[in-house]
């Protein structure tokens, strides 16, 4: 799942202009902001979020504008055409929780991606019409910037504008993407036309313009959430998407609703933890690890020790067989979440686990565990002078969602559609196993892993983070979270450090290459441990609460994004 993670604190321009060359030439990936700042996966979406917050603008102001900016300057991810989770806490204390999570369209079934054999089309879930969930990220951004923005809407969609309609300059990773993502956009005449000006993908030092993008984020700036979801856009989705095979109508769109939630709070080693409940996974399977590791005397884990990875890897594998075979949309399952959130759970799991003899991922299952005691995104984390915090992850699930760019309003639309168990038992594009819980239903919510949080101490804000990644991005925000509690390291250390992976199945311990001591990797291959290279997981956007110097903002040396701030 392409996720994109934004920090702000504080500020864009309301018409937005190239980056300062000196700025982009070696910008810090972590800095120090007295007031406020914005870390985000792209250097102009930052800039528009603390310009924004200069202009008069607050955290649900900067929020919306990184938002809108980054469906722009970071297409593969930062979308109009997906969806995600929201948490806002205001400095009073209040927390507001909106789920924008695409849905499935009134005429999706449980089979639709099955031949007559029973076999899986995985390609339908993945590119073009059939693969797109109905949209819900700007109708959840309008909402939550009537609820809370200080600015006219208008204003706040103004940078993006500029952004699209004056172009601006690809950058060597954004290029590498578009690159790879050619041959399946020369499916599709409007993606093409935007991505491939002129039959070949943008390079480096050549500017993107989006043109009919910019219209569109024009008709939204005037008529709010009303000209996506029921005006010519809706009707362009609609008539795209059936062209390229899908099922999406005008009615799925009208009846679309952002829906507020409560949220999930971990009260772990003195921190409160503000995280996202089902439909997102990442607040239970947080809740869960951190319960089981609340008792834990860290001494005896000494960081990156073959017992740490091999006790974290162990409890990932337990609480992602719960996640795969249990957790769904509410509206649609049943879920037993009052035990897996208790205490008592958390403890039976934790006794479970022989790290020295590591139980195989075949002989784990929810069922089992609960007899015993019951590729892309982007994420954005925001603060504002008052210490009103947002954390934002939202997505168009692959890079470039479903490829498909609707008709002419110059909008990617998503392939999120595949985060459902399109074939219960079947792995999805993250390699990911998932149950009945999560089948296809008209109307539903696909399961997420995006885990935005937001993090308090004797009820003052303290940090908030996320991650993209697809199921990865739990246990990156898991390892992030543990090096600033447990191991006491400064945030940029606390980004930086190398991160292993379990997903329950397949039986693989993902570790990042070049991180680890090969003694470490030997002892936990000697143990039994499946371990597979990958080169980098996650791309963290973070704030927290320097003491001395008031915020420090990092972005993930991993990604493209950097920080900004004042």
């Not at 311990?509 to 039994?528: A, D, P």
């Amino acid at each position: 799942m392409l996720l994109v993670i934004i920090s702000l604190f504080f500020t864009i321009p309301l018409q937005a202009s190239d980056v300062a060359a000196e700025d982009s030439l070696n910008p810090s990936k972590c800095i120090e902001a007295l007031h406020a700042g914005v870390a985000s996966a792209d250097i102009h979406a930052s800039q528009v979020g603390v310009e924004i917050m200069k202009a008069g603008g607050n955290a649900a102001d900067a929020a919306t504008a990184v938002a809108m900016a980054l469906a722009v300057v970071y297409p593969q991810a930062g979308n109009l055409g997906g969806g995600g989770f929201l948490l806002y806490r205001q400095d009073s204390g209040k927390i507001y929780a909106l789920d924008f999570r695409e849905t499935a369209p009134a005429l999706s079934g449980r089979n639709m991606y099955l031949d007559s054999l029973g076999n899986l089309q995985s390609d339908k879930s993945l590119v073009g019409g059939l693969a797109v969930g109905v949209p819900g990220t700007v109708k959840g951004f309008y909402q939550f910037h009537r609820k809370f923005g200080a600015l006219p809407w208008s204003a706040v969609l103004e940078p993006a504008i500029h952004l699209a309609e004056d172009g601006f300059i690809v950058n060597e990773f954004l290029a590498e993407r578009l690159e790879a993502a050619a041959p399946e956009f020369k499916k599709f005449p409007p993606s093409a036309a935007v991505f491939l000006p002129g039959g070949t993908p943008l390079k480096a030092g050549e500017r993107l313009y989006q043109k009919e993008l910019a219209r569109s984020l024009k008709a939204i700036a005037i008529h709010g959430d009303q000209a996506f979801y029921d005006g010519e856009i809706a009707r362009e989705i609609v008539k795209s998407t059936e062209q390229f095979g899908g099922i999406i109508s005008l009615q799925d769109l009208e009846n679309y609703q952002a829906v507020e939630r409560e949220p999930i709070i971990i009260d772990y080693s003195g921190y409160n933890i503000i995280s996202f409940p089902p439909p997102s996974s990442g607040g239970v399977v947080l809740a869960g690890i951190l319960n089981s590791l609340s008792d834990i005397d860290f001494s005896r884990f000494p960081f990156h020790s073959p017992q740490q990875i091999a006790l974290f890897t162990d409890l990932e594998k337990r609480y992602f067989a719960i996640r795969n075979q249990l957790l769904g949309d509410p509206g649609y399952v049943g879920m037993p979440l009052d035990k897996l959130l208790s205490p008592e759970f958390a403890k039976s799991v934790l006794a479970r686990i022989n790290y020295k003899n590591p139980e195989p991922a075949s002989e784990i299952s929810a069922a089992g565990l609960l007899d015993h005691e019951s590729r892309e995104t982007t994420h954005f984390s925001v603060v504002d002078s008052l210490s009103n915090a947002v954390s934002v992850t939202y997505t168009l699930n692959g890079n470039f969602g479903s490829k498909l760019v609707a008709g002419s309003t110059g909008i990617l639309l998503n392939n999120e559609m595949d985060d459902f168990a399109a074939k219960p038992g079947s792995p999805n594009m993250f390699g990911l196993v998932q149950g009945e819980a999560n089948s296809i239903a008209p109307g539903k919510r696909m399961l997420s892993s995006m885990s935005p949080v937001i993090l308090t101490e004797n009820n003052q804000l303290i940090g908030a983070l996320g991650s993209p990644g697809g199921p990865t991005i739990i246990t990156t925000v898991l390892q992030v979270l543990v090096n600033l509690i447990n191991y006491h390291m400064p945030l940029p250390q606390a980004v930086g450090a190398g991160r292993t992976h379990d997903q329950w199945l397949p039986d693989s311990v993902y570790y990042e290459s070049g991180k680890f001591e090969n003694q470490t990797l030997n002892v936990l291959e000697h143990w039994g441990y499946n371990l597979v290279k990958r080169e980098n997981l996650g791309d963290v956007q973070a704030f927290w609460r320097d003491n001395k110097s008031g915020w420090q903002v990092c972005s993930d040396p991993r990604g493209n994004g950097f920080p900004k701030g004042y």
